[in-house]
């Protein structure tokens, strides 16, 4: 037996001797109390260990049976406990010489009534106290296991949504990343052999993002630089590119392709669609404990709220979603004269937590 069981036979037998004492004075007078209580201690100190050690074993069998069969069980098991736990309680006390030899069957005759109520008393009492503790250990187990369960069941459902708008989003790139270096095969196949070198590191790029929700910002910053390669080698001085990353954001967490989705919709939309190009600025800041990658262009800037489903910025705003909840957010406004997006993100730790 534990010390946490030792400690409960200990409590419930100091209260089974007070109340046997209380008892007892009350029928046959206070003055032998202090003797009475030495026996009812020694009495209910065996009843209560015999109890601790057969009743656990037993309930448990019983367990299964109807609570009528059950219960019953348990009484005759303590009935059957009483009686000889009652004669070694007198045979010890008897040692002790707390009893005299020839008043021993006195003793067991005036007392086990008292016990016997005392010990089904108390003993049920336990029962129906362990019995209710062990369901409701029960039920709090089959609610934990439940809340785990839909956790999971929330985390892939999360997962699966996340991968299928990954998916969504590696395909897009590379079809515009081929449409860049098909345009140039027939007119400069050097250019396009130095760009099918920049297409193969973008490709590996994507390759190696699958399955991984952050990637360090010097490897997103890699994706941008070949990506801005390839559409320079197409679009000429029309495409006008600064960046500005400062080295120490190098090993940030960021989602793979997301700043490169910012970068894409300035070519596309802005760059690609105007004889005179464009004017793209990416830069990266800290805010706070949080990061701000931002590219501003000098378009006419875009509506977030008014972006089509499937849209390459509406896409990135719900993998931010997946990933981070509220702690990421994407807007736009309208900055020195043309359009600015700016995507931030948590702090560093929650950022490698949260995916």
Same mark, same amino acid.
């Given at each position: 037996m534990g010390a946490g069981s030792l400690l409960k036979i200990l409590t419930v037998t100091t209260v089974g001797t007070a109340l046997y004492a209380i008892v007892?004075?009350?029928? !046959?007078?206070?003055?032998? !109390?202090?003797?009475?209580?030495?026996?009812?201690? $020694?009495c209910s100190t065996v009843i209560g260990a015999a109890a601790a050690l057969i009743l656990p074993p037993l309930a448990h069998r019983l367990s299964a049976r109807s609570p009528? !069969?059950?219960?019953?069980?348990?009484?005759?098991?303590? +009935?059957? $406990?009483?009686?000889?736990g009652s004669l070694v309680a007198g045979a010890v006390a008897q040692a002790l010489g707390l009893v005299e030899p020839g008043s021993f069957w006195a003793v067991q005759?005036?007392?086990?009534? $008292?016990?016997?109520? =005392? %010990?089904?008393? $108390?003993?049920?009492?336990?029962?129906?106290?362990?019995?209710? /503790?062990?369901?409701? @250990?029960?039920? /709090?187990?089959?609610?934990?296991a439940r809340e785990l369960e839909a956790e999971r069941a929330q985390r892939l459902a999360a997962d699966a949504r996340l991968a299928s708008l990954e998916s969504r989003l590696h395909p897009h790139f590379l079809f515009n990343a081929i449409a860049a270096i098909s345009g140039e095969i027939r007119e400069a196949p050097e250019r396009a052999e130095r760009l099918l070198g920049e297409f193969a590191d973008l490709l590996r790029a994507s390759l190696d993002s699958t399955g991984r929700h952050t990637v360090p910002l010097r490897d997103e910053i890699a994706v941008v630089q070949a990506y801005l390669e390839i559409e320079k080698a197409r679009l000429g001085e029309r495409l006008r590119v600064k960046l500005d990353? *400062?080295?120490?954001?190098?090993?940030?967490?960021? *989602?793979?392709?997301?700043?490169?989705?910012?970068?894409?919709?300035?070519v596309?939309?802005?760059?690609?669609? /105007?004889?005179?190009?464009?004017e793209i600025r990416v830069w990266a800041r800290q805010r706070g404990e949080?990061?701000?990658?931002s590219v501003w262009d000098d378009g006419p800037g875009i509506d977030l709220a008014a972006a089509p489903p499937g849209h390459g910025l509406d896409t990135l705003r719900a993998r931010l979603a997946v990933l981070f909840g *509220?702690?990421? %957010?994407?807007?736009?406004?309208?900055? @020195?004269?043309?359009?600015? !997006?700016? =995507?931030?993100?948590?702090?560093? @730790? /929650? +950022?490698?937590?949260?995916?």
């Open positions: 007892t004075g009350l029928l !046959v007078g206070w003055s032998a !109390v202090p003797l009475r209580f030495a026996i009812a201690l $020694i009528t !069969v059950a219960w019953l069980g348990i009484a005759g098991a303590l +009935v059957a $406990i009483a009686v000889p005759r005036e007392g086990f009534g $008292i016990t016997l109520v =005392m %010990t089904l008393t $108390i003993g049920m009492a336990i029962s129906i106290h362990e019995r209710t /503790r062990a369901r409701l @250990d029960e039920a /709090r187990e089959r609610l934990r990353v *400062p080295d120490e954001l190098d090993a940030w967490p960021v *989602p793979p392709f997301a700043l490169h989705t910012l970068v894409q919709n300035s596309k939309h802005v760059a690609a669609a /105007r004889p005179g190009g464009a949080g990061l701000e990658l *509220p702690q990421a %957010t994407l807007a736009g406004r309208h900055q @020195d004269g043309g359009g600015q !997006v700016t =995507m931030a993100l948590p702090p560093r @730790d /929650r +950022v490698s937590s949260s995916a």
